[in-house]
């Protein structure tokens, strides 16, 4: 077989290739995005960008009960959005074989939680593999269609960042041309009505007993011999640490943490003196075994809070490190706005005129940071409309009138158009800011309904915010460039001073997709030391001692710093 080096992002992708799945319906969020971007390479699939996580899954559910296998990628937090289809679709079960793959973010590295996605699967009554490595990436999803269909089953995966992240040595099958299962309609098992849906549950029951019994005899759970002293029970990337800390323990790796295999970890408890559980997140596995019977030690000893490592692992179990072997801290960097990001103008105007800003899931979260600290509130996808509008109906209009909601172009479709209807409907007095920079650029750069191409980059038709706000039934939208300072601040008092809903679309493309004008900057002697310029945060501007520079390998030629300054003393580089 041909071996290559993978992302484990990369070889989810392949696995869906080589196991003959025909669709996959994704929105991209880290660190699950690029399982998507690369199975749009290949040809034998349906690849396609979802406007959200919820519609992903429908779209991959409907395409699995037409006789297609299917797969949707999301990050932990999309899984919320997602677990209304899941949950039925977990009653219904399947005719082609459907994967879920969840990619959670111990650390919080690119979300606002730690969500233990494991509790998902047990709760909606789904089984949950858990790969440790690039080459299990791919076998794993291989594996997960065949059980998905053999148990009539949705079948869940957890990645996490560093899984999803990581890159190892994959061994290449052959790529599948997708065969359909024949479809016959059955409205007994797949329309979930009440009286059907009682009936359904108890179908969901009986084969999840049956995967658990099964699931013992696994060849992805397995025991590997080593001391008798101490046994760890362990999955996914925790497995490759605590291997590498204690490799002379004993140990049982579990490839399907949900159902747990009972008949295999009664078996491994009875070989070893003690038994370890070391997983990341929340005791999942942990409480099960104990609810068993078997003492095991786990969180007693172990953070819920992060990432683990091999010398954290190595430090609990009081092995000594060397000081050569002790990692030293990476020097920190403060996230900041790209040099001529188009937010970085809006959010300066925003803290300018101290307006209280509810804010989305985004770039633009940066404009919560110093120097323009103009963002109260972050929660999730779409928040902003809901809690902007929350604001008003608690306060009062007077101190709605200043609330002003900030949400993303990709971010609005995602899950905000939902919000504006809703204030629309219920009468608020707000104005909503729509970031509109051609590009979902949190996650990478994916093409979004607004962008006019598809995954592939090929042509697509360009949905209209405008229109669409307007169709939402808002009277009063405008479409503005962040970086006309007067025409953009006029928009937003005209909005907040305004006696009914108001949408300001702020429109410039991302400075990362489209070339910027080139000509560096420079200070003048007419600077006057008053440090406005500072206040836009533009990692191209420095003050050092008494002076303000500009370094001119960084700067883009973006002009934003050259149209705040008072005294004209910021102008182009004569070269």
Same mark, same amino acid.
């Given at each position: 077989?041909?071996?290559?080096?993978?992302?484990?992002?990369?070889?989810? @992708?392949?696995?869906?290739?080589? @196991?003959?799945?025909? $669709?996959?319906?994704?929105?991209?969020?880290?660190?699950?995005?690029?399982?998507?971007?690369?199975?749009?390479?290949?040809?034998?699939?349906?690849?396609?960008?979802?406007?959200?996580?919820?519609?992903?899954?429908?779209?991959?559910?409907?395409? /699995?009960?037409?006789?297609?296998?299917?797969?949707?990628?999301?990050?932990?937090?999309?899984?919320?959005?997602?677990?209304?289809?899941?949950?039925? @679709?977990?009653?219904?079960?399947?005719?082609?074989?459907?994967?879920?793959?969840? @990619?959670?973010?111990?650390?919080?590295?690119?979300?606002? #939680?730690?969500?233990?996605?494991?509790?998902?699967?047990?709760?909606?009554?789904?089984?949950?593999?858990?790969?440790?490595?690039?080459?299990?990436? !791919?076998?794993?999803?291989?594996?997960?269609?065949? !059980?998905?269909?053999?148990?009539?089953? $949705?079948?869940?995966?957890?990645?996490?960042?560093?899984?999803?992240?990581?890159?190892?040595?994959?061994?290449?099958?052959?790529?599948?041309?997708?065969?359909?299962?024949?479809?016959?309609?059955?409205?007994?098992?797949?329309?979930?009505?009440?009286?059907?849906?009682?009936?359904?549950?108890?179908?969901?029951?009986?084969?999840?007993?049956?995967?658990?019994?099964?699931?013992?005899?696994?060849?992805?759970?397995?025991?590997?011999?080593?001391?008798?002293?101490?046994?760890?029970?362990?999955?996914?990337?925790?497995?490759?640490?605590?291997?590498?800390?204690?490799?002379?323990?004993?140990?049982?790796?579990?490839?399907?943490?949900?159902?747990?295999?009972?008949?295999?970890?009664?078996?491994?408890?009875?070989?070893?003196?003690?038994?370890?559980?070391?997983?990341?997140?929340?005791?999942?596995?942990?409480?099960?075994?104990?609810?068993?019977?078997?003492?095991?030690? /786990?969180?007693?000893?172990?953070?819920?809070?992060?990432?683990?490592?091999?010398?954290?692992?190595?430090?609990?179990?009081?092995?000594?490190?060397?000081?050569?072997?002790?990692?030293?801290?990476?020097?920190?960097?403060?996230?900041?706005?790209?040099?001529?990001?188009?937010?970085?103008?809006?959010?300066?105007?925003?803290?300018?005129?101290?307006?209280?800003?509810?804010?989305?899931?985004?770039?633009?979260?940066?404009?919560?940071?110093?120097?323009?600290?103009?963002?109260?509130?972050?929660?999730?996808?779409?928040?902003?409309?809901?809690?902007?509008?929350?604001?008003?109906?608690?306060?009062?209009?007077?101190?709605?009138?200043?609330?002003?909601?900030?949400?993303?172009?990709?971010?609005?479709?995602?899950?905000?158009?939902?919000?504006?209807?809703?204030?629309?409907?219920?009468?608020?007095?707000?104005?909503?800011?729509?970031?509109?920079?051609?590009?979902?650029?949190?996650?990478?750069?994916?093409?979004?309904?607004?962008?006019?191409?598809?995954?592939?980059? #090929?042509?697509?038709?360009?949905?209209?915010?405008?229109?669409?706000?307007?169709?939402?039934?808002?009277?009063?939208?405008?479409?503005?460039?962040?970086?006309?300072?007067?025409?953009?601040?006029?928009?937003?008092?005209?909005?907040?001073?305004?006696?009914?809903?108001?949408?300001?679309?702020?429109?410039?493309?991302?400075?990362?997709?489209?070339?910027?004008?080139?000509?560096?900057?420079?200070?003048?002697?007419?600077?006057?030391?008053? /440090?406005?310029?500072?206040?836009?945060?533009?990692?191209?501007?420095?003050?050092?001692?008494?002076?303000?520079?500009?370094?001119?390998?960084?700067?883009?030629?973006?002009?934003?710093?050259?149209?705040?300054?008072?005294?004209?003393?910021?102008?182009?580089?004569?070269?």
């Amino acid at each position: 077989m041909e071996k290559k080096i993978m992302l484990g992002n990369e070889a989810f @992708a392949r696995g869906a290739a080589e @196991a003959g799945a025909k $669709v996959i319906s994704s929105y991209p969020g880290t660190p699950s995005t690029e399982i998507t971007e690369n199975a749009a390479k290949y040809d034998s699939m349906h690849v396609e960008w979802a406007p959200n996580e919820k519609v992903g899954a429908e779209v991959v559910i409907g395409a /699995g009960i037409a006789g297609a296998r299917a797969m949707t990628c999301m990050k932990h937090v999309g899984l919320n959005v997602a677990a209304d289809p899941l949950f039925t @679709a977990a009653y219904t079960g399947v005719n082609a074989g459907i994967v879920f793959v969840v @990619a959670d973010d111990n650390g919080c590295y690119s979300s606002q #939680n730690e969500q233990d996605s494991r509790f998902y699967a047990r709760s909606a009554g789904v089984p949950m593999l858990e790969p440790a490595d690039s080459k299990e990436c !791919l076998e794993y999803v291989k594996l997960a269609f065949e !059980l998905s269909e053999k148990y009539d089953t $949705v079948m869940m995966i957890r990645s996490n960042t560093r899984i999803s992240h990581s890159r190892g040595v994959v061994e290449l099958g052959e790529i599948q041309i997708p065969e359909l299962k024949k479809y016959e309609k059955n409205t007994g098992k797949y329309v979930a009505m009440p009286a059907a849906a009682r009936k359904l549950h108890i179908a969901q029951e009986k084969r999840m007993k049956k995967f658990a019994e099964d699931s013992s005899r696994f060849q992805i759970n397995r025991i590997e011999e080593g001391s008798k002293e101490m046994g760890i029970i362990t999955s996914g990337i925790c497995y490759q640490y605590a291997k590498e800390a204690v490799p002379e323990a004993s140990f049982l790796k579990l490839g399907s943490v949900n159902p747990l295999p009972k008949e295999l970890i009664k078996e491994f408890a009875e070989k070893v003196k003690k038994t370890f559980v070391i997983e990341e997140g929340q005791p999942f596995i942990e409480e099960q075994i104990k609810a068993m019977g078997i003492n095991v030690c /786990g969180k007693d000893l172990f953070t819920v809070q992060g990432e683990y490592s091999v010398n954290m692992i190595k430090e609990v179990f009081r092995k000594p490190l060397a000081d050569h072997e002790k990692a030293g801290e990476a020097p920190v960097r403060p996230p900041l706005f790209c040099a001529g990001c188009p937010h970085r103008a809006l959010f300066y105007l925003l803290g300018k005129m101290k307006k209280t800003v509810t804010g989305d899931i985004g770039c633009y979260t940066l404009g919560s940071l110093p120097p323009t600290s103009s963002m109260d509130t972050c929660l999730c996808m779409g928040a902003s409309i809901g809690m902007a509008h929350g604001f008003e109906k608690a306060r009062g209009e007077e101190f709605g009138k200043d609330v002003v909601a900030v949400i993303g172009d990709s971010t609005f479709f995602h899950s905000g158009i939902t919000g504006l209807i809703n204030m629309v409907y219920n009468k608020s007095k707000g104005t909503v800011l729509i970031l509109d920079n051609r590009t979902t650029g949190m996650t990478g750069h994916q093409d979004n309904p607004a962008t006019g191409k598809d995954i592939r980059g #090929n042509a697509s038709p360009e949905i209209s915010i405008e229109e669409l706000c307007r169709a939402c039934g808002v009277q009063h939208i405008k479409q503005v460039d962040p970086f006309d300072l007067k025409e953009m601040e006029a928009a937003i008092k005209e909005g907040c001073e305004r006696d009914a809903l108001s949408v300001i679309i702020s429109k410039r493309p991302c400075a990362l997709i489209v070339k910027q004008p080139g000509t560096p900057y420079m200070i003048t002697e007419e600077c006057k030391k008053c /440090g406005i310029c500072m206040g836009i945060g533009c990692q191209a501007i420095e003050k050092k001692g008494e002076d303000i520079m500009i370094i001119p390998e960084r700067c883009v030629g973006c002009d934003l710093c050259s149209r705040v300054c008072p005294f004209g003393a910021i102008v182009k580089e004569d070269r």
